[in-house]
Each structure stands twice: as structure tokens, then as C-alpha cells.
């Protein structure tokens, strides 16, 4: 776990770097003596809980939070003040304060607040990857959804944004995540299930060439004839030629 005290007085960061020592907890700590600098290290070091003193020169610890929280809005932060005050406590709620603890803080109360941090962090890492195993479920549900779609409808007119309306996503999103999710686009993988289709088709020797066109969803041959001999490498009609000599 990524801690950063900050405090512009020493004591406080030496009193906690050797409570975690005694207790040899897994927790790196970093420091910083102002609002200012806890801004800039919390951007760059991302800390998991970050120990605010809201008396501090410059930028104190209430309005430096505020600041950390548009940027990183899962930080734990516990403030620590000198003062019993009210307003303090009022404004660290409003912030989504983990805990408020006054100053000094016994030794007992410490080492039972860092290993609380240390088992909700462990509970939030268990939850991540039920979290994504879940996502990834829906994203194959989403995806086998589209495909049954254009099993049942290959025959007729189909545009983009009928199969995202069908899936409940916008065109624009659904293009993106049917290409990242399957390797090809949308409009390719129509084509080759149609392509699919008329080669099955062309098995059957009373369907002409124009029929099997319309019915695999294509209402001009010649449009046909050249998607097919773009995925194909042949013409419709020497495929079929091939055919009738096997």
C-alpha cells in the first residue's frame, strides 16, 4: 500500500514510519511538508491513502484534498488535526474523509487504522477481478448477441445502427468494441457471413446466381460479384464452376 503523510511538522511522519516498521506492515510511505507539494505528489505517486494535516502554511489540508480528489476521486484520505473543531470535521465529511483523528494519535489507535486501510484494500483487490470477470461476460454477451442478429437477418437490409439499437449501444461505441472485440469490423463481418451463406447456396444447382444474391441480402449481382470476389479471390460464377467438377 502507497501511504503520503503530509504534515509540516516531522514528528508526526517519523511516529507513523515507526509504527510500520514495528509492526512490519507491507506499506510504503512518502512525505510532503505542505497542501502544495501533496498536490504534485499525488498526481505523480498515486497514493492508495494519503494522511492529510489540515493545518498547514500555503495551501492547507481541506482545500489541498480538494484539489486531490478531482484528480484521483479513490484516494483514502484520514485527516489529522490539533483541533477539535466543528467546521474541520464538517468539511473533511463533505470530502469523503475515510476517518478525522485528533493529534496525537495513540499508538494502538494507529496500528488498528493501518491494518483496517491494509484489509480494505486487500478486499477491494479481491473485488477487481470479480469486477472484470463480469464485464467480460457482458462483452461476450453483447458480441454474441450482434452475431445472432446477423444470423437472423443476413437476407434483408442491415445497418449499423440497427444491430447497436438491437444491443443497446450507441453506433458510434458499438463500431469501435465489435472491431476491438472480434478483430474485424462490423461492416466485414456482415459481408462474410453473407459470403457464407451464398456459398452454401450455390450448392443448390436450381438457385440461380441473381436469386442466391438476393437472398443472402445483396439486391444488384454485380455487387455481389465483386464482394464475393474480394473475399473469395474468385468470381460467384467460377466458384459455382468449381463446384459442379468436384
Known amino acids: ?40 505528489l499525488a498526481e505523480k505517486l498515486q497514493p492508495d491513502v494519503i494522511f492529510m494535516d489540515i493545518k498547514m502554511p500555503q495551501v492547507n489540508g481541506l482545500e489541498a484534498t480538494e484539489t486531490i480528489k478531482q484528480q484521483q476521486p479513490s484516494a483514502t484520505v484520514i485527516f489529522l488535526s490539533a483541533y477539535d473543531k466543528f467546521e474541520y470535521a464538517q468539511k473533511a465529511l463533505r470530502l469523503g474523509a475515510y476517518d478525522y483523528l485528533l493529534k496525537p494519535i495513540p499508538p494502538k489507535d494507529l496500528k488498528n487504522l493501518l491494518k483496517r486501510l491494509l484489509d480494505d484494500q486487500k478486499q477491494r483487490q479481491a473485488a477487481v477481478p470479480q469486477e ?48 476491438q472485440k472480434t478483430a474485424v469490423n462490423f461492416s466485414n463481418y456482415l459481408n462474410q457471413v453473407r459470403i457464407q451463406k451464398s456459398k452454401e447456396l450455390m450448392r443448390n444447382p436450381n438457385l440461380s446466381l441473381n436469386e442466391i444474391s438476393y437472398r443472402v441480402g445483396y439486391e444488384d449481382l454485380s455487387y455481389f460479384s465483386i464482394v464475393f470476389q474480394r473475399y473469395e479471390g ?10 459442379m467438377t468436384k
Open 1 to 40: 500500500m502507497k501511504l503520503l503523510i503530509v504534515d509540516d511538522e516531522k514528528m508526526m511522519k517519523e511516529y507513523t514510519k515507526f509504527v510500520i516498521q514495528e509492526e512490519n506492515l507491507p506499506i510504503t510511505v512518502f512525505e510532503a511538508s505542505n497542501g502544495e507539494e501533496a498536490i504534485a
Open 132 to 179: 472484470e470477470k463480469q464485464q467480460e461476460i457482458y462483452e461476450d454477451q453483447v458480441i454474441l448477441k450482434a452475431k445472432e442478429y446477423v444470423e437472423d437477418h443476413y437476407h434483408s437490409k442491415i445497418h449499423l445502427q440497427n444491430v447497436a439499437d438491437y444491443v443497446g449501444l450507441s453506433s458510434t461505441y458499438f463500431s469501435k468494441f465489435f472491431k
Open 234 to 243: 474468385i468470381t460467384p460464377t467460377g466458384y459455382r464452376r468449381q463446384l
